[in-house]
Each structure stands twice: as C-alpha cells, then as structure tokens.
C-alpha cells in the first residue's frame, strides 16, 4: 500500500508533461485526471495538455480523446480535432492505436 501510495504522489509531482512516452496505463489514468480538474477550473489549453499526455501513455483511451475534443470545443478550436469524437470512441472500443493516422479517417 505504501508503495502504491508513494507512486502516485511521485506521478503527481513529475506531473504529466514532456519526453517520449511508453505505455503506462496508471501514468495515463493520472494524466486524464488531471486534465479533468483542469476543465473544471476552465483551464482548456492545460486540460488539453494533460489529455494529450494521458493519450500518449495510453493510445486506446476513449475518455481521454472524448475530454480533450470538449474542451478543443470550449476553447472554439475547431481546426485541432482530427477525427469526429464518435469515431474516436468507435476506434477506443475496438481497440486499434489513434496513432496511426495515415490511413486516413475512413479506417
């Protein structure tokens, strides 16, 4: 439990930002809450940061896409979305990479 614990506020501290990212599914989870308390404080730009990051540990997750494409939408950003968010869900759910974009959108 400790160890767990300390993990964490290690995580929390180093913060979700910069380098190269290897899949980590805690690291991702930790990112996309962080980009959560963003939004509710209104900060979109940092939200979408912290999205972007939780993506980059994890490229499947579908909350993460979905929450950055909300507050891309806050911020009336409407070129940086690249694909439709009920795609993204669609791709999440199936469990192929958003990494590989070229292909095109009709993958």
């Not at 979109?44 to 540990?57: M, R």
């Not at 909350?63 to 690249?82: F, I, N, T, V």
Request: one cysteine or more; proline letters at 5%.
């Amino acid at each position: 439990m400790a160890k767990a614990s300390a993990a964490v506020i290690l995580l929390l501290a180093v913060g979700c930002s910069g380098g190269q990212k290897k899949a980590d599914p805690e690291r991702a989870r930790v990112c996309y809450e962080e980009g959560l308390d963003e939004q509710e404080k209104g900060k979109h730009e940092d939200a979408v940061e912290c999205f972007t990051d939780a993506i980059g540990y994890n490229p499947t997750y579908a909350d993460a896409y979905a929450a950055r494409a909300w507050s891309w939408l806050q911020m009336r950003d409407m070129e940086k979305p690249p694909y439709p968010v009920r795609m993204l869900v669609d791709k999440a759910r199936s469990g192929r990479s958003f990494h590989d974009r070229g292909e095109g959108a009709a993958q």
